[in-house]
């Protein structure tokens, strides 16, 4: 059964489901960066008001074994 703009009916779903993945997977990375961003934030601030212990640095190179 063909339309007029010459899409069927099974076309048009298939269409209408890979836009609902591609927005499903959309919001799924929007919650990411924002949850990414907020990390990165809370650690910001802790790092400017002095609460983050200082990192020690590690060589690669030398090992133990």
């Known amino acids: 059964m063909a339309r007029e703009d010459g899409m069927t009916?099974?076309?048009?779903?298939f269409q209408?489901?890979?836009?609902k993945r591609q927005i499903n997977h959309h919001r799924e990375l929007t919650k990411e960066m924002?949850?990414?961003?907020a990390e990165y934030w809370y650690i910001h601030n802790m790092e400017r008001r002095g609460l983050l212990p200082p990192l020690e640095a590690?060589?690669?190179s030398s090992s133990n074994s």
């Open 9 to 13: 009916y099974e076309e048009l779903l």
């Open 16 to 19: 209408l489901k890979d836009m």
């Open 34 to 37: 924002h949850r990414l961003d």
């Open 58 to 60: 590690v060589n690669a």
